[in-house]
């Protein structure tokens, strides 16, 4: 039998906004990931571009988010344009619920950046060396993050960004949820799971 939207636990609007968006029926990560991640379990989905992963991740984090305004998603990427573009996904997937998300990345003005955060924002998406800037000077916080997503993690690997990703990790809450999305599963890879993830549970999907 195959899932259904509506076979998951989440509200209307979110639902509503699923519809609108053309959805009709998970594809296979979103089939797997979302019951687990809804259940705040840790997952590691292994899928390439393009399986709906972004709405895997994307759906069950402005489910939870609260209207309250604080930071309490981050979602980790390797370059300025993915940022834009999931935050681009989950602005369409929250349309019918007050939320903010906010893209922050290397390039564009700090000053900008800071204003925004300062209105209010539930949903970070950023790039690794711009979120630790913000932390140092403390213009964003973390602690009441609940869920931390680390998208393209392969690629953030190879980006050089292992030391920025484990020095952010450190300052998110420990009662966090984290997930991580990558399309190959190298030994670096292998030992952030170990380190910084509580027994995640695997989805691997082949295109
Ligand atoms: P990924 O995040 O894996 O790179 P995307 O989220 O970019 O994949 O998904 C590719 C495209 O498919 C996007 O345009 C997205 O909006 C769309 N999409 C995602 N999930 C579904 C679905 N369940 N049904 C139809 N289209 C979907």
């Not at 019918?96 to 209010?120: E, N």
């Amino acid at each position: 039998m195959t899932t259904n939207f509506n076979d998951f636990q989440i509200s209307e609007p979110i639902k509503r906004a699923i519809k609108e968006m053309g959805f009709e029926e998970p594809s296979p990560i979103q089939e797997k990931a979302i019951p687990v991640i809804l259940e705040r379990g840790d997952v590691i989905g292994q899928a390439q571009t393009g399986t709906g992963k972004t709405a895997a991740f994307g759906i069950p984090v402005v489910e939870k988010v609260t209207q309250e305004r604080y930071v309490q998603a981050l979602i980790l990427t390797p370059t300025r344009e993915l940022a834009i573009q999931v935050s681009g996904e989950l602005q369409k997937l929250s349309v019918h619920k007050k939320i903010r998300t906010l893209p922050i990345y290397g390039g564009q003005s700090i000053g900008h950046q800071i204003k925004a955060l300062k209105q209010g924002v539930q949903v970070v998406i950023g790039t690794p060396g711009r979120i630790l800037d913000h932390l140092r000077r403390k213009t964003l916080k973390l602690d009441q993050v609940h869920t931390v997503v680390l998208d393209e993690a392969d690629e953030m690997l190879d980006m050089g960004f292992v030391d920025d990703i484990e020095t952010i990790l450190r300052q998110v809450n420990q009662e966090r949820q984290t997930l991580l999305f990558s399309a190959t599963m190298p030994l670096a890879i292998r030992k952030l799971t170990k380190r910084y993830m509580k027994t995640p549970k695997t989805v691997t999907i082949n295109k």
